[in-house]
């Protein structure tokens, strides 16, 4: 009975991060300056309001999934539609939790895992909605990956390391050698930082897996735009960030499977 007691709390805890990973993919980019904002405000405040007309959201309104069906996917001020994003990243929030539970237990590493995966989470909405890997989101995921493997939760330090590095030096250089040939930005420096995030989590062995997973989910991703209409070009910018995070979520439950024997060693 405890530990579905404490697993229900996981995931009361997750849908409420679920809920703050939404106000700093909205608000994140503004604050930044990634985007243009007349009031870009911060992540504790103005008071969260409806994006179309502004009006304030009432508290009740602000439960976590439940808020969004009372409100039957609409503002409660002016009607406009509310994105599907938001109850979409709450449950992701959620299942962060869970799936880190089940697989480390009731641990500091369980804890770092969700909170390795919720950051993929708000960075892959932050690139599709705007394009950008925010630094202030990627750097931080880097070192903190550092700090966790000095002592080994995830990949051996040299490892680690070797994988920060490496990953961010491999993306960058592809991204010169295809800017070079074909006069257009394939791989921003947000791509090679993320890598390189990946990397410190991970070790140097995963960056191959994580780069072809993430080929896989791109291309998946494109046939998926074409199937439903959409026109997709050469010159189509397609955000890679969304992919690459996807693998590396991937990349961190399959981890969780093998370890204490390493899944890349």
């Known amino acids: 009975m405890s530990y579905w007691v404490i697993l229900v709390t996981w995931v009361l805890v997750g849908l409420l991060i679920g809920s703050f ?19 870009p405000g911060n992540l504790v405040s103005p008071r969260s309001y409806c994006p179309s007309c502004k009006a ?5 309104n602000m439960i976590p999934l439940l808020g969004y069906i009372m409100l039957h996917g609409k503002c409660a001020s002016c009607s406009a539609s509310i994105s599907l994003r938001y109850p979409l990243v709450e449950l992701l929030g959620a299942a962060a939790a869970v799936i ?3 697989l480390f237990g009731f641990t500091v590493t369980a804890a770092l895992a969700a909170l390795f ?34 002592i080994d939760l995830f ?23 295809f800017q070079r040939l074909r006069g257009l930005e394939g791989l921003g420096q947000g791509d090679a930082k993320l890598l390189g995030a990946l990397g ?37 910018p397609i955000p890679f960030g969304p992919a690459l995070a996807g693998a590396g ?15 890349w060693n």
């Open 21 to 39: 990973l939404n106000v700093v993919i909205y608000r994140g980019p503004k604050m930044w300056n990634l985007v243009e904002s007349d009031s």
């Open 200 to 236: 410190a989590w991970l070790g140097w062995q995963a960056l191959a897996p994580l780069v072809f997973a993430g080929a896989v989910l791109a291309l998946a991703a494109v046939g998926t735009m074409r199937l439903s209409g959409k026109t997709v070009s050469n010159e189509t």
């Open 56 to 60: 304030p959201i009432k508290r009740i």
């Open 100 to 102: 880190a539970t089940i």
């Open 117 to 150: 995966i919720w950051t993929l989470i708000a960075l892959s909405f932050i690139d599709a909605e705007t394009g950008f890997l925010p630094d202030a989101l990627t750097i931080p995921l880097l070192a903190l990956g550092i700090v966790a493997n000095a």
């Open 155 to 177: 990949a051996t330090l040299p490892n680690a390391l070797i994988g920060a590095t490496a990953g961010y030096l491999i993306f960058r250089l592809i991204g010169a050698v």
């Open 249 to 263: 979520a991937i990349a961190m439950i399959l981890n969780g499977l093998h370890l204490p024997a390493n899944i």
